[in-house]
C-alpha cells in the first residue's frame, strides 16, 4: 500500500471531479477540515524506555463488539461514486481487517444489503447504523427497524446536522443529486417518497435532547450520539443516557468555526469522566494520530476519506489495505513508544511539538 497522500492522488485521477470534490471538500473556507489534521501535528508523543512490549496487543472492543485494533470506520455517504460496488465493497473491506463499520444512512446501497457483504467475508462481523433523525417520527422508526432486521449493533446519531453545510466546492460542481440510476438505498420505500420510490434525507432545527428519550424507547441497540464538540454537551450526553459519544466536527463539512476534533478532545474526556466511552474521528492519517487521541482519552478513533481512497483504487482490497496499514503503525508506534497495552496511553505522554525540547 502505497502512502495517503499517493492513494488520495491517484484516487483524484480516477474519479468525476465532481466526485473527488464531493468527497474531498469541507464546509466554507475549508479551515475546520484542515485544522482537523493541523492539530496532530503540532503534538508529539513522549517516549518510554526499557519496557518490555513483546506482548503487545491492539486489540479491543466498542460497546461489546470486538475489533482488532482502536479504530473504526466512520460513515461517509455515496460509495458507488468511487467504486461500482459501493458499500458492498466497503463492507467487505472493513470485514476483512476486523473492526467496526458504521454504515451511512447516505449509503448508495441499503443496509441490509452492507451487513450482508461484511458476513460473506466474516459471520461475525459487526456493522452500526448512522441515523439523522428525521421530522417524522414514523421515518424514524422504519430506519431503525431496518437497521435492526440488518443485524446492526449500534446507533450512531449525528447530531452536529440542523442543517447542511455550505460547500464551495459542490456549488462551483453544481454537484447536489446523485447520477441517474443512483440514489440513497436506505430512505427507498419511506412515507414521502417521491415518484423514484426514495425519499429525501431531512434536516431539522427542531430536534432536541428529548428526542433521545424516544430513541431510547424505540430500540434496544446502543446510542452513540456523533458530533459532539463542547465539554457540557458531553455532561449532557452522559446525563440523558447515551451509550457513547463521537467526538466530531463531520469531517469540516459543517460548522467551519468548529475546532479541529484532537484539540476539543482533552475537555470532553475531563467532562465524561469514564463514564461512557468517546470515539474521535477527524484528520486521522496515521496510526500516530491514533495513539496521540487514545493518549488524551478516545476509547477508539474514525477514519473517513482514507477508507474512500483505498476504495477508489483497489475497491474492497484497497480498504483492507489502508485499514492493515494503519494497524502497522500503530503497532509501530507503541513499541518506539515503549507502550505495551492501550490501557498504559495517558495525557502524560504528550506534549506539544517542540516542547521538550
Known amino acids: ?67 482488532t485494533m482502536p479504530v473504526f470506520v466512520s460513515p461517509t455517504a455515496f460509495h458507488r461514486l468511487a467504486h461500482q460496488e459501493g458499500e458492498r ?7 476483512a481487517a476486523g473492526i467496526v463499520h458504521i454504515a451511512s444512512m447516505a449509503a448508495t446501497v441499503a443496509i441490509d444489503e452492507v451487513t450482508t457483504a461484511a458476513r460473506e467475508v466474516d459471520r461475525d462481523a ?51 443529486d446523485l447520477p441517474a440510476g443512483m440514489y440513497a438505498e436506505n430512505m427507498r420505500d419511506l412515507p414521502g417518497a417521491t415518484g423514484s420510490g426514495v425519499r429525501r434525507i431531512a434536516m431539522s432545527t427542531e430536534l432536541t435532547w428529548d428526542h433521545l428519550h424516544r430513541l431510547h424507547e424505540k430500540t434496544r441497540l446502543p446510542l452513540v450520539l456523533k458530533g459532539i464538540l463542547h465539554p457540557g454537551d458531553a455532561r449532557l450526553a452522559v446525563e440523558h443516557g447515551a451509550d457513547a459519544i463521537l467526538v ?23 467532562a465524561v469522566a469514564g463514564r461512557i466511552p468517546i470515539f474521535l474521528d477527524g484528520g486521522v492519517r496515521r496510526g500516530s494520530d491514533v495513539v496521540l487521541a487514545l493518549a488524551l482519552g478516545a476509547t477508539a478513533v474514525g477514519v473517513g476519506r482514507p477508507v474512500l481512497w483505498g476504495l477508489t483504487v483497489g475497491g474492497a482490497k484497497g480498504v483492507t ?37
Open 1 to 67: 500500500m502505497t502512502s495517503l497522500v499517493a492513494l488520495e492522488q491517484q484516487a483524484k485521477e480516477l474519479l468525476e471531479p465532481a466526485h473527488y470534490d464531493f468527497f474531498a471538500g469541507g464546509a466554507g473556507d475549508e479551515l475546520a477540515m484542515a485544522d482537523n489534521e493541523q492539530a496532530f501535528r503540532r503534538l508529539a508523543l513522549l517516549p518510554r524506555v526499557l519496557r518490555d512490549t513483546t506482548d503487545r496487543s491492539i486489540a479491543t472492543d466498542l460497546l461489546g463488539d470486538p475489533s
Open 89 to 95: 465493497a466497503t463492507a467487505r473491506g472493513v470485514a
Open 126 to 176: 459487526r456493522v452500526w447504523f448512522q441515523l439523522y433523525v428525521q421530522p417524522e417520527p414514523e421515518v424514524t422508526d422504519e430506519l431503525i427497524r431496518r437497521a435492526e432486521r440488518a443485524g446492526c449493533t449500534a446507533l450512531v446519531v449525528t447530531v452536529d446536522s440542523p442543517a447542511l453545510g455550505h460547500r464551495a466546492r459542490d456549488d462551483h460542481h453544481n454537484f447536489h
Open 248 to 270: 466530531s466536527n463531520h469531517g469540516g463539512r459543517q460548522l467551519d468555526l468548529a475546532p479541529a476534533t484532537l484539540d476539543a478532545l482533552p475537555a470532553i474526556t475531563t
Open 321 to 357: 489495505g489502508v485499514l492493515d496499514n494503519l494497524r502497522a503503525e500503530i503497532e509501530h508506534t507503541l513499541t518506539l513508544g515503549g507502550v505495551a497495552t492501550l490501557s498504559k496511553l495517558n495525557p502524560s505522554l504528550v506534549t506539544t511539538r517542540g516542547a521538550a525540547r
